[in-house]
């Protein structure tokens, strides 16, 4: 890592890592939300409403201190693509959940509980990474392993895809669970997008 002379600003790493434990709490909701009766999923959606409020607000910190900062630890753009895409990977977890209550969604297909088994994964990784970004030591084998998730939930996404045009459901529910489904597969999508910049960081900073 590069000598520096001028002070840095270290509340963005505490902040970076809350917003990735918020994002593991999302996961386990979506994990709760396979096994639940559909009556007990509203309540459920409620919570991981005010977890994705929670983590708009973390969001907001990071960029409110990003506004607010002379000195950075790393470069202005780097944070703000950080962050932004954190908050994402949250947004998208609470439309997929909104959506199944919604929609009143009886049964989920197979498939989408290793969507959110991939998500979890991801989640975990995510979390355990962030607080090495004060040292950018132990990153290279995390953002390998979420590309690599990415690809397998691309791959699960593709299957969904096929099980739900098989003639199996009506077309207003393939509408329904389709869009459940492609909001899963951007929320994959995301925790990629964050991998690729802590990657960015790292290079830049090594």
């Known amino acids: 890592m590069r000598f520096r002379l001028t002070p840095r600003e ?3 790493y505490d902040m970076f890592a809350a917003s990735a434990d918020n994002i593991v709490t999302g996961s386990k909701l979506l994990m709760e939300l396979l096994g639940a009766e559909p009556s007990a999923r509203a309540e459920i959606s409620e919570r991981m409403r005010a977890a ?10 990071i960029f409110h201190q990003l506004n607010s900062s002379f ?9 703000y693509r950080l962050a932004s895409s954190l908050d994402d990977i949250m947004d998208f977890m609470e439309e997929a ?7 009143q969604i009886e049964e989920l ?13 991801a989640a975990e990784l995510t979390a355990e990474a962030m607080p090495h970004l004060r040292t950018m030591d ?3 084998e995390y953002w390998i392993e ?16 096929a099980h739900l045009f098989n003639g199996k459901y009506d077309a207003i529910e393939v509408l329904k669970l389709k869009q459940i489904v492609d909001v899963l597969e951007e929320a994959a999508d995301a925790f990629e997008h964050v991998a690729n910049t802590v990657e ?7």
């Open 109 to 121: 297909p197979k498939g989408v509980e290793q969507q959110i088994e991939v998500l979890a994964r």
């Open 200 to 206: 960015t960081i790292a290079v830049k900073e090594s």
């Open 10 to 12: 270290t509340s963005f």
């Open 52 to 61: 994705e409020h929670a983590g708009d607000d973390a969001t907001h910190a």
């Open 146 to 161: 979420v590309n690599r998730l990415e690809n397998q939930a691309d791959q699960i996404h593709r299957k969904l895809l």
């Open 97 to 103: 959940v909104d959506l199944v209550v919604l929609y």
């Open 138 to 140: 132990n990153l290279t």
């Open 71 to 79: 000195i950075t630890p790393f470069d202005r753009e780097d944070i």
